[in-house]
T-cell receptor, first 114, second 116 residues
């Protein structure tokens, strides 16, 4: 069965802290994604990765960076957390092209920045 | 660029009533379209998807959606609502090819409430 796991369900950090959100998938998927979810805004793509050490900016990359050293793991980094980064963060993975396409999502990490 | 608009941030129905959640998209190329559901405190789960072929797509839990190119719509329906359908629903679009392959653009979400 497909599984995407995220390191924490709930996280509370202080302004200015460096924050790491971890995502691991066990499906050997090439593509991995980080979204943030805010009420009334739906999901917005922060960064995605097509392969190990490959990354591309999504729609709202400012204030974030990512790391993908291994195929199964994709980390989201908040270099200096701010209160406007309080949100639900969702990780997803998918196979690359050819045929129907769908992303598998993790359960999410609800981050609060005080 | 692609975009998705979900009409109605909140929809309320009675148990047993028809569920209709509206989604309109904008895409310069033929789209792939998706509906996802998010139950409280959970991640997103794929309900159904349209890629090519039959425009009426059936998904899990009795949901279906119809791709109407002329109306640029992909509305989600279920003939009879159940209490367990209460959740937030997201419509999403992607396009094949190019560097953006695999990127999903999501709508704002619609919260479905089901009353006894």
């Amino acid at each position: 069965d497909v599984k995407v796991t995220q390191s924490s369900r709930y996280l509370v950090k202080r302004t200015g802290e460096k924050v790491f959100l971890e995502c691991v998938q066990d499906m050997d998927h090439e593509n991995m994604f980080w979204y943030r979810q805010d009420p009334g805004l739906g999901l917005r793509l922060i960064y995605f990765s097509y392969d190990v050490k490959m990354k591309e900016k999504g729609d709202i990359p400012e204030g974030y960076s990512v790391s993908r050293e291994k195929k199964e793991r994709f980390s989201l980094i908040l270099e200096s957390a701010s209160t406007n980064q309080t949100s639900m963060y969702l990780c997803a993975s998918s196979l690359p092209t050819a045929g129907p396409l769908a992303q598998y999502f993790g359960p999410g990490t609800r981050l609060t920045v005080l | 660029a692609q975009s998705v608009t979900q009409l109605g941030s909140h929809v309320s129905v009675s148990e047993g009533a028809l569920v209709l959640l509206r989604c309109n998209y904008s895409s310069s190329v033929p789209p792939y379209l998706f509906w996802y559901v998010q139950y409280p405190n959970q991640g997103l789960q794929l309900l159904l998807k349209y890629t090519t072929g039959a425009t009426l797509v059936k998904g899990i839990n009795g949901f279906e959606a119809e791709f109407k190119k002329s109306e640029t719509s992909f509305h989600l329906t279920k003939p009879s609502a159940h209490m367990s359908d209460a959740a937030e629903y997201f419509c999403a679009v992607t396009k094949a090819g190019g560097t953006s392959y695999g990127k999903l653009t999501f709508g704002q979400g619609t919260i479905l409430t089901v009353h006894p």
